[in-house]
């Protein structure tokens, strides 16, 4: 389906990607690009990518597909830096977990070098880098592509096939709209989990060592607080709108928890609670 | 070891509290108590208990075990409806998620009748009802007992027995410190994440379904809001301090992240995330 698929950023995402790409036979040949020479050498030794290059002036020549799977910070100055290399009919797809401005962004940036169509796979966990990636990681997923109007039809449908190829259920979303959901379901709960570890950290207590004291229930809770910092870091920074907008939400919720809790009301939070059991016995 | 355990709420924990004493010889006979016949009923059946009695008037003689395993609002109440029956030699414990003023007024309600000893195994999930209970729920996690002055050294000593005999790692700890160390490790975590779902199910996108987006974070992060509304609602009430201490530093952390999103500022949110990482990796 394409020859040639250049992948910056070989880590769980990209990493994922060109195992299952080349496992499925989307591609014929896999070159990975990164800042890393550690990891790019440890994914060629895994054979998850043929060869790599960290200079962005050695791009290969007919690269036909090119995945974006960095930290959203720095997708525009590496686009940027490909840019001089890129041949016309290459089709450039990300895995980023913002979409919005930065879709347009890129839009701007690759029109008429190149066939740019913003994706997000609904996947991950909390590891990162080449020894994190894993085959069928998009398998039964959800991967959300966010056209717009500069967007080259073939290049949409070409893409839409290849998440296809890879397990993946395709979604169509507007950018901005793509940005509010996530905000809610995923960049929220990443920053309500991160302030939950650290609100722990903070607090002393005579000698009690509290991790020793944490249940299955805080380990789960926290567990995306191990995800890495720099990723959730931008992801915050690139949807600060819609993230704020969501945390002040979150915020007034638990204001409101608290004034009952610290009232002894009952009846408000059984009703609270009860809701909550609600909404997640819908959640498949 | 014990001859005859009453276990007042066959749930997941009284229930498989019951599992694991048979099965590891520390009772001769087990007799449930509830108001529910039907879930007594099922757990005779699946021979979680020997026989139940949904009456007070009822309570069995020659008990020497009465395992309290109610939501922690009717503890009293139900210690109240079984002190004519109890003999003064009945060890009775707990298995309460709140200390503190509880342990003072069970301390002062058993005195003379029989011997309290306060218990909180740190085990559980977010199933409920004797269909959930299951053998080694107990095995390697900690329980933590709360003696006070008052508190028979002979009966926490029978006590710290009993739970080692299923497995659990005993503690002891005092009733308030116990209450502020929950607060932070379980009960906030709780309330964060019935918060959360509730957050988003208060969310109105165009003709989104929200929860088709929930990606495996979400999930794990809102499992805990799965948990029975009443147990919760009664753990919040009865440490309100505790949980409104908490409720209030992590809602002040909160907005300082906010703050930090709003006007896109990167580097304090990398150190804050970078932090809770290696909170987390401190995790066992």
Redesign the interface.
Known sequence: MFRRMVVAGVGLLGGSLALDARRRGLVEEIIGYGRAGKNLRLAKSKRIIDDYFTDESEFPEGTDLLILATPV?VLAPISRAFLPRLEPQCVVTDVGSVKGKIVHELDNLFGGHALFVGAHP?????KWGAHAAVSDLFEG??C?LTPTRKTDRKALEKTACFWRGVGAKVDF?DPD?HD???A???H????????????????K??S?N??????????????????R??I???I??AN?DA??K??????R???R??K???A???AP??R??????E??????
């Not at 609904?122 to 909390?126: K, P, S, T, V």
């Not at 609270?272 to 059991?277: H, L």
């Not at 909404?279 to 498949?284: L, N, P, V, Y």
Request: glycine share 10%; proline share 2%.
């Open positions: 910070g609904i996947a991950g966990n909390e997923r959800r959300i979303m709209l509010k959901v996530l809610v379901v995923s929220l709960p990443h920053v309500a989990a991160y302030a939950l570890v650290n609100t722990l950290g903070a607090t207590l005579d009690v509290l991790l020793d004291y944490c249940a299955g229930g805080f380990k789960d809770i926290t567990r995306i607080a191990s995800s910092p720099e959730w870091r931008d915050c920074v600060r993230v704020g969501a945390l002040g939400n979150y915020i919720r638990l204001e928890l608290k009952w809790i610290d002894g009301e009952a939070l059984d609270e609670f009860a809701r909550a059991n909404i997640r016995s819908g959640m498949a």
